[in-house]
């Protein structure tokens, strides 16, 4: 099994919501800056990348349409794929965890991996947020499950429950 190591990081200035030096950089931009000063750090060619795997929380508005493959394309990589994975506050880590999970596996040598989102530019909207998506049933399992985790915190039970969906 293949160790994999990270040999190039790269990050944005934390800027504050809704005003600061990057509310005006849109994030596929964005993204498409970073995927390029990884790369320049190390010299990496283009050809030897196997997939870029970008996470992203709110994969909607500015940050959808594959925001992966939109700011790999931003960044001159036209023969390079690039996925987007969603899993709200731990998107960046999941992407991490699966280009290492690929290269021990022997699917690839070289990934970009990490993650986007741009708070500053939610008012041009987001996929949670749109009137009239959620699917009702989802409500109410969504209001035990916070139930649920308070209970965890606050009493540091752990419970076994079973949601039914009518």
């Known amino acids: 099994m293949e160790s994999a190591v990270i040999v190039s990081t790269t ?4 800027g504050r919501a809704f005003k600061g030096s990057m509310i005006g950089v849109r994030p596929d931009d964005l993204m498409a800056f970073y995927i390029r000063d ?4 190390i010299h990496l060619d283009p050809d030897s990348i196997d997939d870029i795997i970008i996470g992203c929380g709110l ?59 741009c708070t500053s530019r939610f008012l041009m909207g987001t996929s949670d947020s749109l009137p009239n998506t959620m699917n009702p049933k989802f409500d109410e399992a969504q209001k035990e499950s916070y139930q649920i985790q308070l209970c965890r915190v606050m009493y540091g039970v752990i419970l076994k429950v079973y949601l039914t969906f009518i």
Request: aromatic content about 6%; proline content about 3%.
């Open 38 to 41: 990884v790369m320049d750090k």
């Open 11 to 14: 990050r944005s200035p934390i």
């Open 59 to 117: 994969p909607g508005g500015e940050q959808g349409y594959n925001i992966a493959r939109v700011a790999t394309l931003l960044a001159g990589l036209k023969n390079t794929s690039a996925t987007t994975v969603n899993r709200y506050c731990a998107s960046s880590l999941q992407a991490i965890a699966i280009a290492a999970g690929n290269i021990a596996a022997g699917f690839g040598d070289t990934y970009i991996s990490g993650g986007v989102e």
